[in-house]
């Protein structure tokens, strides 16, 4: 595994150049390693306020996080790590709906509380 200087060090060189090619305003990145944390930002956090961004900006991510997440949960399944149809509550026993026992979810689906029926993004909906 790389040393968080060396991280650190492309973070910190790369960053710039590869907003500039993406047309990206801003980014801000954190890496955590060997119990330390590198911080680094680069950019605006809009071009009409010209704001800079800074480790510590807040930046509005829209929808992104229900794709993101749904990625890495298929990427543990595809390893093996998750079974999409295995209850939510059995990888995280705290985690609960408001009626996701009920059956009957949303959009003609039967709702069992499964990884799969809540990335169907009708988990726990009853249809109207």
């Not at 949960?73 to 595809?78: I, K, N, S, T």
């Not at 939510?88 to 705290?94: F, R």
């Amino acid at each position: 595994m790389p040393h968080l200087d060396d991280i650190s060090g492309w973070i910190s060189e790369k960053l710039p150049a590869l907003l500039a090619e993406h047309k990206v305003p801003g980014a801000a990145i954190a890496v955590y390693a060997g119990g330390e944390v590198f911080d680094f930002a680069s950019g605006v956090l809009s071009h009409a306020t010209g704001v800079e961004a800074t480790a510590d900006s807040v930046f509005q991510i829209g929808s992104i996080t229900k794709t993101w997440t749904a990625t890495l949960v298929m990427q543990l399944a595809d390893e093996g790590l998750l079974d999409l149809d295995t209850a939510v509550v059995e990888y995280l026993p705290d985690f609960d709906l408001a009626d996701w026992r009920g059956g009957g979810g949303g959009r003609g689906r039967q709702d069992d509380g499964s990884l799969r029926a809540l990335l169907q993004d009708g988990g726990s909906l009853r249809a109207l």
